[in-house]
């Protein structure tokens, strides 16, 4: 089992829709979740961190988080052509240094 | 959000030479910086970790003698690429984290490494 599972779409949403990106991870001490935007050719982009069980919301970006499911999504609100990306989600493990990711959902975002 | 450069964003080397890039935190000093290596269409590999004034930990199958990383101060780090392959081609990036950040790690541009 990876550590860290997205799926990796291509998930295609048209444009004003609700895009919805899933992630799951396996090491339930994880205290410290991300989600990171990547365009190709590009690095990626930190998004949105969130730490605590429930949403948090910065501007059309929602993340969500359940510990106890060992689960976090990301909802991108009214979407455009210009979301669309690779999303990751990385995860800290509990005494890791480093960030795990996820392989990655590719969004397309349909004019 | 905290901003890391990275130097030069691309590079065309004759095979068996040496690369060097450099990473660097701008506005914050970086206890840790990663070095990442990136296929065309696949996954961010991590290939080693650095902590300022200490030896890199190399993840596994990665040669260290063949990458050399450097963390010389809070703000620098490099990675050298000796004696390059043309299956050393690939996208390097670099992240940095501060430990005021709530470890939230922050990426480079990248760098686009060709080696013919």
């Known amino acids: 089992q990876k550590e860290v599972e997205q799926n990796s779409g291509p998930l295609s949403v048209p444009e004003g829709a609700i895009a919805s990106l899933n992630c799951t991870y396996s090491?339930?001490?994880?205290?410290?979740f991300f989600w990171y935007r990547q365009y190709s050719g590009k690095s990626p982009e930190l998004i949105m961190s969130?730490?605590?069980?429930g949403d948090k919301e910065d501007g059309r970006f929602t993340a969500q988080l359940n510990k106890a499911s060992q689960y976090v999504s990301l909802l991108i609100r009214d979407s455009q052509p210009s979301d669309s990306a690779t999303y990751l989600c990385?995860?800290?493990?509990?005494?890791?240094?480093?960030?795990?990711f996820g392989s990655g959902t590719q969004l397309t975002v349909l004019p | 959000g905290a901003v890391v450069s990275q130097h030069p964003s691309r590079v065309i080397c004759k095979s068996g030479t040496s690369v060097k890039i450099e990473c660097r935190s701008l506005?914050?000093?970086?206890?840790?910086m990663f070095w990442y290596r990136q296929f065309p269409k696949q996954s961010l590999m991590l290939m080693a970790t650095?902590?300022?004034?200490?030896?890199?930990?190399?993840e596994q199958g990665v040669e260290k003698d063949k990458f050399l990383i450097n963390h010389a101060s809070l703000t620098l780090s490099t990675l050298t690429v000796t004696s390059a392959h043309p299956e050393d081609s690939s996208f390097y990036i670099c992240?940095?984290?501060?430990?005021?950040?709530?470890?939230?790690?922050?990426f480079g541009p990248g760098t686009r490494l060709t080696v013919t």
């Open positions: 090491d339930r001490v994880s205290q410290s």
């Open positions: 506005d914050f000093q970086a206890t840790t």
């Open positions: 992240s940095a984290r501060a430990s005021g950040l709530a470890n939230e790690q922050y």
């Open positions: 990385a995860v800290k493990p509990g005494s890791a240094r480093q960030l795990t």
């Open positions: 650095s902590n300022e004034g200490s030896k890199a930990t190399y």
């Open positions: 969130i730490y605590s069980n």
